[in-house]
Every structure is written in structure tokens, then in C-alpha cells.
């Protein structure tokens, strides 16, 4: 019903992409057809069935707009678009998303060179040609290349919520099967890896219904090519998106189904979702109490009878393991812990009570306050929700200043008196200054619920300084996606996490995991270590539009890798509880040593 909606908003992304390449005349374009995009995208209903000028009542869709999606429903083009797409290098577009390659730069090589393949500007870096054109040099390029590979690398792998996305949607495929008994993610997806390799996909069915299965299920929607077929196991190769856009090449990506004995199942879990050092570890410990276990089950030795495999629970325990969440499966400790029974319960998504970072159209985000609050409390059951615009500094997302942050303080209010309660807080994602100073006066911060600092300049220095300044700022609760990471576009800029991490316990201060699928920061690796040393973390969407508020469920997946159990994060107690800790922030002046 809404693939409609999907192909206008690869369009409008489409199109904001070339506007940001024709340069600064046409940047406030870009803007607007990024933000129709997301718009476009989000929409629940079917975009055909609004009048135009229930389009134009949209916050973010203009005249202009609302007539290009008319043109497009009569005609199903968009004459713009297309004359714009004549005249744009689409592939060198592609290369807009990564580090390096912003649009003078790509524009300069490409009228200087005449190049207009991202191939050929591949050779031209290592050839030597670029680097000897006016602005670029040795190290320009170098930096160039160290963008293009850490963008390949991660374009091979999937994020996290893609794969999930793409394996649930086979998984509920398959399970309109009544032939399918059980069927499950396998592999480093169902270990909540923050990007993917190949899918796996395990199931169990009757041997005379296996055919069946399998015939179906290399003939799932996307499937691009079937690369092996079996009794018992096949691949594919599915297509990511329906059409490769501006900003993204197509990739294909292979999934592979195995098909297990019913009274396999617990045995083949284990040996499939991995890892390979947490399976290499619990087969010592098979071998050194005269068992073998593999994807079959355990075995007793030497007259290889089987003791256990139907569930995973059964097959830990005949080994004197406690059943360990497949999210710290890593060997990093779980194996030992699990000899003496003392896996910690981690934090589940139900223990989530609300969302603490959000933005809506006051910046950057798709919807209205009002809009989101309904939004939120009828699909999420949280017991707040945290408005969290940029300060005025963050002028690509629209920031507002300290006037307008004063007006949604009074608007939020409002809300509140309608919904009969006071669900959503006052907030701001304060950007942090150079020097640390922060965005907003002490003055504003002190009349807000819920202050998020964070950095979004300045990525090529040791940010350290600023971020324990921050810290020391009493009316600072959280410092936003600590380390500034984008995956596959921007390598985390240069932070002592040990300073950071021994400052935020000294202030009392919190350190986000933004569950956005391009950020997931902190990741799991930081987020063990700040919560091993007492520090608490806070779980949050970023969310812009009403579909990221699913994101939560990668900052739990986040947390449980880490280690992290209800106590370790913030959100997981109510308002009051919450505002004690915060209190407590306040009441204290702690001396932090200086980086």
C-alpha cells in the first residue's frame, strides 16, 4: 500500500542529494527535500489517497512539493527529477556520504579531470593526479582513501537494524508455512552484532517437507540469484533495496537457511549463532569431561550416545553450564560465569520506562511535539519522553536559540495539560563549544527536565577536554553519543574514554547509547567498561520521525552486549527516581582533574 510512499521518498532523498551537490546557492533545497524524504517515508497512510492541498497541510511539504507528488501519482514521473538527474554524475554523487568527499571537492576533481566514474576517481587518488591539483596534496588524498575504505568495509557488512530488518521479513515469510515447526535467527545477527555479514536462518521441518521449504524459500520477494541448493541448507542472494538511489549503490546479500531434526534444534542453535571462540570454548570443556558436542548434540564418549540436544537450555546443562543470552555469547567471561551460575539478568526492552532523546520539527525532526507525544504514548507505553532539540549552534539541523527554547517550554506545558499528565519533559540537545562552554546559558539549562550535550563540530582533535567540561556543567544529565562515531562515514573522533569515563562517575554524570543504526555509540566495548566502573548509561532513540522510536531495541541489544543489567541504566527507573540521581549531580561540586 505504501511502496508509493517508499519510491517519492527515494526521489525527494534523491533530489536533495543533487541540490547538495550543486553547492551552497542550493543548500536550504537540499534541506527541504531531505526533510520531504523523511516525511514522505514516514507516513502511515498511502500518500495517493491526500488531496494536494492535505499535502500542503503537512508541516514540511510546501506548494512546491505537494505538486511534484501530485505530478508523480498522474504521470508516476517527476519531470525535475528527471532533468536533474540528467545532468547530475550520479555515481560521483554516491561518494557524497563519504568522509572526504564533500561536494567542492568531488566537483573539483570532476572539472579539473573530466572524471565521471567513481572508478575512475578511484585511480586518479592512487595515480597520483589528484594530488597534484590546487587545495588537495599527499595527505589530502591519503585521507580520501581512508574514507573510501572504511565506507567499502562497512558497505560489504549490513548495519544491524538492516539485517534484522531483511532476515524478519524472511523469517515471517517462512513461517506462513505450516510445513515450518520452529525457525529462528542464527549467527552474529541473533548475537546483536552491530553489522552483518551473511544471514542465517534455521528451522526445522519434517524430512518429507524440506523440498517444499526450500523451494519456497529461494523464491522469497528480492531474490536476485540462488547460489546453492541442498537437501537440508540453501543460499541466496537478495537485493538490499528496490533500486539503488543517489547516495547508495545496490548491494547484494546473501542469506543461507539450514534445515535441522526437530529434536536437533537446541544443539544446532548453539552451534550456529556462535561465536566461534564461545563455541571453541565450551567443546574444551566437553573434551575434558569425556564429551563431544557439535551442531548435532552432546555426546557421550566413547559409545557417541547423545545426552542432549532438543533446546539450548538442555545442551548447556549437560555440560554443568548455566544457558548464557546469545547477545554475550563472545567468550569474553560469560563460559567462566556460566561455570558457577552466575549469569547477571540483563536489561530487557520491557524495562524500558521512556525515550530521552528526540527531536521534532522545531529543528530537524519530521513531526510536532504534539504529534510525537500522541505517537509515542499509544505505541510505546512509556512513562516520559524527553523533547530534545539542538541548541542554536547546530545550524544544518535548524537549531533554535534560547527565545524559541523558552516557547517550547511553554508549549510542552500545554501538552502536558491536555494529555492529563506530565508525560513529555523539556529538554535540549545543548551542542558543546570548543572550549567545553556549552550552548546555552545555565540560566535556560537550569529550567529544562533534560539536558543532552554533546559534539558535533570539530571532529579532528582530541575532544576529550570538551567532554569532561561538559561533565563538570551541573545541569548536564547525559553527554550525547559519546565518541561521535558514524558508522561507514565518520571513524570516532580522538577521546580518552578512560578520562571521560573517570570524569562522568565523579559528576554524576550519565553517558548515552544512541540506538540510532549509524551510531550505536557508545558501542558494546565502551559501554561494558563505563558500566563495570559504575558509571550509568542512558538508552535512546535520537529519533526524527515516528519510525526510529523502534531503534530502542538495538540500545538494549547494545546494552545486553555490554553486560548491562536493569540497575546499569537510567531509564529504566521512573521520573522521580530518575531526578534523584539527578539531585544528587547537582548537590555535588566534584574536582576532576584536568587532560
Not at 565506507?151 to 515450518?180: G, T
Amino acid at each position: 500500500m505504501r511502496s508509493i510512499n517508499k519510491r517519492l521518498a527515494r526521489i525527494f532523498s534523491d533530489m536533495g542529494a543533487f541540490y547538495t551537490y550543486s553547492g551552497e546557492a542550493d543548500r536550504f533545497r537540499a534541506i527541504a527535500y531531505e526533510k520531504a524524504a523523511r516525511i514522505i517515508g514516514d507516513l502511515e497512510e498511502d500518500v495517493s489517497n491526500f488531496t494536494e492541498k492535505e499535502m500542503e497541510a503537512i508541516e514540511g511539504i510546501g506548494h512546491g512539493i505537494a505538486t511534484k507528488i501530485e505530478e508523480y501519482i498522474a504521470t508516476g514521473k517527476i519531470s525535475k527529477y528527471e532533468e536533474l538527474k540528467s545532468k547530475m554524475p550520479l555515481d560521483l554523487i554516491s561518494l557524497l556520504s563519504v568522509k572526504g568527499f564533500g561536494p567542492k571537492t568531488v566537483k573539483a576533481i570532476q572539472g579539473a579531470l573530466k572524471i565521471k566514474t567513481r572508478a575512475q576517481l578511484v585511480r586518479a587518488l592512487k595515480d597520483g593526479r589528484i594530488a597534484k591539483l590546487k587545495g588537495f596534496g599527499s595527505k589530502k588524498v591519503e585521507n580520501m582513501l581512508k574514507g573510501l575504505e572504511l565506507h567499502d568495509a562497512v558497505e560489504k557488512r549490513i548495519p544491524l537494524w538492516d539485517a534484522l530488518q531483511m532476515s524478519e521479513r524472511i523469517v515471517k515469510d517462512l513461517q506462513k508455512l505450516p510445513e515450518v515447526e520452529k525457525i529462528d535467527i542464527a549467527g552474529s545477527i541473533r548475537r546483536r552484532k552491530e553489522t552483518i555479514g551473511d544471514l542465517d536462518i534455521l528451522l526445522t521441518c519434517r524430512q518429507k517437507d524440506r523440498q517444499k521449504v526450500i523451494d519456497h524459500f529461494i523464491g522469497v520477494e528480492g531474490v536476485k540469484r540462488v547460489l546453492a541448493k541442498g537437501d537440508t541448507k540453501a543460499s541466496i542472494l537478495i537485493k538490499e533495496t528496490d533500486q539503488p538511489t543517489a547516495k547508495k549503490r545496490m548491494i547484494d546479500r546473501q542469506v543461507d537457511l539450514r534445515i535441522v531434526e526437530p529434536e536437533e534444534w537446541g544443539a544446532a542453535l548453539v552451534y550456529f549463532t556462535g561465536s566461534k571462540q564461545h563455541n571453541v570454548h565450551i567443546r574444551r570443556i566437553a573434551q575434558d569431561q569425556g564429551l563431544k558436542v557439535n551442531e548435532y548434540g552432546v555426546f557421550k564418549e566413547p559409545q557417541n550416545k547423545c545426552i542432549a540436544s532438543q533446546n539450548e537450555e538442555e545442551v548447556y546443562q549437560s555440560l554443568g553450564l548455566q544457558w548464557m543470552p546469545p547477545e554475550i555469547r563472545e567468550d569474553s567471561g560469560e563460559v567462566e560465569l556460566a561455570l558457577k551460575n552466575k549469569i547477571p539478568e540483563l536489561i530487557k526492552l520491557k524495562d524500558i520506562k521512556g525515550d530521552l532523546q528526540m527531536h521534532s520539527t522545531w529543528t530537524d525532526g519530521t513531526h510536532s511535539i504534539e504529534d510525537i507525544a500522541n505517537y509515542v504514548e499509544k505505541n510505546h507505553k512509556y512513562d516520559y519522553m524527553a523533547i530534545t532539540d539542538h541548541s542554536q549552534a547546530v545550524r544544518v539541523a535548524g537549531g533554535i536559540g534560547e527565545k524559541d527554547l523558552l516557547k517550547q517550554i511553554n508549549e510542552i506545558r500545554n501538552i502536558n495539560r491536555k494529555l492529563g499528565r506530565q508525560f513529555v519533559k523539556t529538554g535540549v540537545e545543548v551542542d558543546i563549544n570548543v572550549d567545553g562552554s556549552l550552548d546555552c546559558s545555565d540560566e535556560l539549562l537550569a529550567q529544562l527536565d533534560w539536558v543532552v550535550a554533546s559534539i558535533h563540530t570539530n571532529f579532528n582533535r582530541n575532544n576529550t577536554d570538551r567532554l569532561i567540561k561538559a561533565c563538570e556543567n551541573p545541569y548536564v544529565h547525559v553527554i550525547g553519543h559519546p565518541t561521535g562515531r558514524l558508522l561507514g562515514t565518520r571513524e570516532r573522533y580522538e577521546v580518552s574514554m578512560e578520562h571521560l569515563i573517570k570524569a562522568a562517575r565523579a559528576t554524576g554524570t550519565a553517558l548515552e547509547i544512541n540506538a540510532q543504526p549509524q551510531r550505536m555509540d557508545l558501542d558494546d566495548r565502551y559501554a561494558r567498561m563505563a558500566s563495570e566502573r559504575g558509571v550509568k548509561l542512558v538508552i535512546s532513540t535520537d529519533s526524527h520521525s515516528y519510525d526510529q522510536f523502534d531503534f530502542m531495541q538495538l540500545g538494549v541489544a547494545i546494552a545486553r552486549r555490554a553486560w548491562c543489567k536493569k540497575k546499569d541504566i537510567l531509564n529504566t527507573r521512573s521520573w522521580a527516581d530518575l531526578m534523584k540521581f539527578y539531585r544528587k549531580k547537582r548537590s555535588s561540586k566534584p574536582a576532576i582533574s584536568t587532560v
